[in-house]
């Protein structure tokens, strides 16, 4: 299932500060990663863009909107919800605040809190990690095996 996530309001859920330069990006990086654990796909909304910055940038499976100053990523998610029509019941909608989970409720989209996203992002980093030291590499005795195979076929 897709989400929408509001971007500023997941920032301080996982440890990031909103002042930091990079915020965004870090926020972007993570969000990365979880897609490609989870094999799903998000659209994060930031609002605040300066003027003549304000744009969409689509890396992976995340897309990145950032909301020009005088607009809102609440008022960004909210449009987008309305033009996904019947198909908004099929994605989940990342924010704490109420208003927005409101607006997911009323077009029968899935809500989820900021702090139980962060918490999944973590655990599925976590689930990650530990399947990629499971599959580190070959044991010494594997590579002799594989070895032996591929030079006695020649």
């Known amino acids: 299932m897709p989400y929408l996530i509001d971007g500023h309001n997941l920032i301080p859920k996982l440890g990031l500060h ?26 994060v909304y ?9 744009a969409t940038r689509k890396s992976g499976a995340v897309t990145a909107h950032f909301i020009r100053r005088g607009s809102s990523a609440d008022a960004a998610i909210e ?13 989940t909608v990342v924010s704490s605040d109420l208003r927005l989970q409101r607006a997911a409720q009323a077009v029968h989209a899935h ?13 599925a980093r976590q689930t990650h990690l530990s399947t990629a030291k499971g599959d580190a590499g070959l044991s010494s ?6 070895l032996r195979l591929f030079k006695g076929g020649r």
Not at 34 to 41: H, L
């Open 141 to 146: 005795a594997d590579v002799e095996e594989w």
């Open 79 to 91: 449009a987008r919800l309305t033009a996904l029509g019947a198909s908004a019941r099929n994605w």
């Open 46 to 54: 930031f609002d605040g863009a300066p003027p003549g910055t304000a």
């Open 111 to 123: 809500s989820q809190l900021s702090e139980a996203f962060a918490r999944e992002m973590a655990e």
């Open 18 to 43: 909103l002042d930091a330069p990079d915020d965004e990006l870090d926020l972007v990086t993570r969000l990365l990663e979880f897609c490609r654990a989870r094999r799903i796909q998000v659209e």
